[in-house]
């Protein structure tokens, strides 16, 4: 009996596809020439991806498979490095808090004009964040919803908190014993705590990456997670490698909590690659399957 190919690739962004060199990796770098540089992000990070990354995520493509994008970057971040991302069939930002589709005709000229927001998906987190409609144009202070209303207490203390153009999502800088206390402040609220490059993102219990991508799949790819393959590399991709059966890949061990997930799951494919080349890595894998 043949088996049906996966119906839909998720991957992260940041750690992923796209990778951040510094001064002290000594890791084979490949030649600029070969690179996508982005601008830097909001924190400063400036990220590259291979041109050969784009290539392998359109033969993804072409073979009928979905591709989409699941990251925790912010609105402006994302909207920066749009012209140079890859097309995809969604993009979820703010850790799955906020879905973007870009019209087909914008395949080579991906802009902010090009995108739609699903509505239907941001509403369902009316509780924890407040109406989208009227909280937007209002500063973080002035916010509806559990979400603000956890901000602006924690603001009150020592806490250093991110809110710039995120509306679905609050970053925190902040040591082990913090977070105690920021999991103690969120304990019966519908609101999660997952960790990324070494902040906490506080943001709707009805949130995440696995979240959005049961959404996607229910609604528009009409399949299930079990029928998908996960690409990520840190913590707050874990719930969805973990539910994405047809295949979780991982670029790099990148916290504690990924290496002892992949410790307990035999099935989870771990690159012997670094950087940009882990990424060419998995994606030749996964288009072998297809």
Known sequence: MSISKPKCVFSDLDGTLIHHYDEHDKQEKPDMISLIQFPPSKTGRCGVMSRKTLDLIEAIRGKGVKFVIVTGVRYSTFISRLPLLPFADAFCIENGGRIFYASTDSKQNLTENCLTEDLNWRSTFEEACGNFTENDSLSPHERKG?????????????????????????????????????????????????????????????????????????????????????????????????????????????????????????????????????????????????
């Open 146 to 290: 559990k979400l603000w209303d956890t901000y602006r207490k924690l603001d009150g203390q020592h806490f250093t908190i991110d809110t710039h153009t995120y509306f679905t999502m609050i970053r925190i800088k902040t040591s082990d014993d913090d977070y105690t206390t920021i999991k103690n402040e969120i304990q019966d609220k519908p609101l999660k705590s997952v960790t990324n490059f070494g902040y906490v993102d506080v943001l709707p219990l009805k949130s995440g990456k696995r979240n959005a991508a049961k959404y996607l799949c229910e609604t528009l790819f009409k399949c299930s997670l079990n029928d998908c393959i996960g690409i990520g590399d840190d913590d707050n991709d874990i719930e969805l490698l973990d539910s994405t059966k047809r295949g979780a890949f991982v670029t790099g061990l990148t916290s504690k909590s990924m290496e002892k997930f992949v410790s307990e799951h035999s099935n989870v494919r771990v690159s012997d690659k670094y950087g940009v080349y882990a990424a060419e890595d998995v994606l030749e894998d996964i288009l072998l399957m297809l």
